[in-house]
């Protein structure tokens, strides 16, 4: 057991040569070369623990249940070597349940204070690897000045500057239209001044009686007319029918949710499958809108976002990660200092993005599990999108044209063994398309 520093000085002190000049000399040398050695403060000791290494641990070990700089499942661990002596840290980390067990006051506390959840132990740990945690999490939280990104929404914003810049260039070319037009006014009055002074009598080149309004010869000649009224009723037909055809379709629709979720780091960084969260396509026939308690399953530990993740959110999108988080956790009723539900639910009024008419049938998991259709078939490339937004059209000539392009998945389904013989003779194909397997015919999706 490693002396404490008081105790060297006074063992060595103690003694009677120290009253020897050279002896007293001697033994001084000695006590820092104690205090050096077995001091658990050692400065060797700080300076030999590896912080990097420190946080490859934390992030493998610890960061399920802790955070640094504020509590979670576990406590806050910045500053937990003033708290705690580095034995107790050792004998904690290594085994807490024996340390709670035999009774320590300091381990029984923190059982009682978490719910009295013991910490998984980690007897593989050496004391070397638990100072290199100690010296990453003790690390002073960086202070960042606020980065100048854009105020509200990261693609409202850019519209906003976009159509400020348009109305700098209408305005300025409505300034230059109006100096011609003063130009060209003064350069006529200018021109009729100079011809009267130099005797030139300036006439028309059309007098009442012999020149007509253009719309009274346009209404006199039959044929121009019967023309002109044939032409304005096809353009009109042709609008009519081009503005018809778009009811309904929402290609582009991009609402703002009540919760800002982006699909671009769940699907694309951190590479959540889809139907992790959307688990009753493969079963149902709706997609379904994820219960805020998957959500839950990893924010419950993940209460703030990496800070190049934050940074890029606030530079690129305008959006604080971390706000929203805090406002799922409103909505579930959660509170990350005591790591309990309140009770309090506040529901999120998400907003539908892809709504098929009524009329129309669609099943998901026909297509999801069944035909084995990626999701980004549909729905396009989501883990790149940061707000959802509807990719394709939706209309009844896309998903024809799909039926008509797509073959027919028959591993592992025997269901469509006989059908596909028989009309594989038929068309004379070793691939059967969905359209030629009857996924043109109108009951499929209508009845």
Not at 180 to 189: A, E, K
Not at 205 to 214: N, Q, V
């Amino acid at each position: 057991m490693p002396l404490k520093c008081f105790e060297v000085i006074i063992l060595l002190f103690d003694m009677k040569k120290v009253n020897h000049g050279k002896t007293a000399s001697r033994y001084l040398l000695l006590t820092l070369v104690f205090l050096l050695t077995f001091s658990n403060f050692s400065p060797v000791k700080a300076q030999d623990a590896d912080p990097k290494k420190g946080k490859e641990l934390f992030n493998s070990l610890c960061a399920a249940c802790h955070k640094r700089y504020k509590k979670a499942t576990g406590p806050a661990l910045f500053g937990v070597t003033e708290r705690h002596d580095t034995e107790w840290i050792y004998s904690w980390v290594k085994n807490s349940s024996a340390l709670i067990a035999s009774g320590d006051a300091e381990a029984v506390a923190i059982y009682e204070e978490y719910n009295k959840t013991p910490m998984n132990a980690f007897p593989q740990l050496s004391n070397k690897d638990i100072d290199d945690i100690l010296a990453y999490v003790n690390e002073p939280k960086a202070t960042k000045a606020t980065l100048p990104g854009p105020v509200g929404g990261g693609k409202e914003v850019n519209g906003a500057s976009s159509s400020m810049s348009q109305d700098i260039v209408l305005g300025l070319l409505a300034v230059v239209l109006a100096i011609l037009v003063g130009i060209l006014f003064l350069l006529n009055r200018s021109l009729k001044r100079f011809a009267e002074k130099s005797g030139v009598e300036v006439k028309s080149s059309c007098d009442a009686s012999s020149c007509r309004p253009l719309w009274k010869a346009f209404v006199e000649n039959q044929f121009l007319l019967l023309v002109s009224a044939v032409l304005f009723l096809l353009l009109s037909a042709y609008l009519a029918y081009g503005y018809l055809m778009q009811v309904g379709v929402n290609q582009g629709y991009e609402p703002v949710q009540p919760i800002h979720y982006s699909h671009r780091i769940h699907a694309g960084d951190n590479k959540i499958d889809c139907k992790y969260c959307h688990s009753s396509a493969r079963v149902s026939k709706h997609s379904g809108i994820p219960s805020l308690n998957v959500c839950m399953n990893c924010h419950k530990s993940i209460g703030e976002v990496a800070e190049d993740t934050q940074a890029k959110g606030l530079a690129e999108y305008g959006v604080d990660y971390n706000k929203e988080i805090g406002k799922l956790y409103k909505a579930v009723g959660w509170d990350p200092n005591t790591q309990s539900y309140t009770g309090k639910t506040d529901p999120v009024k998400w907003i539908r993005i892809h709504n098929l008419p009524d009329f129309a049938y669609f099943n998901h998991s026909q297509h999801v599990q069944v035909a084995g259709v990626a999701c980004q078939k549909c729905h396009g490339p989501v883990e790149e999108m940061e707000v959802m937004y509807q990719h394709a059209p939706l209309t009844m000539g896309w998903c024809i044209n799909c039926h008509r392009e797509t073959n027919v998945k028959m591993e592992g389904s025997e269901y469509y063994d006989n059908i596909h013989k028989e009309l594989s003779k038929k068309y004379g194909v070793s691939k059967l398309t969905a359209a030629q397997m009857g996924g043109l015919e109108c009951g499929k999706c209508h009845y």
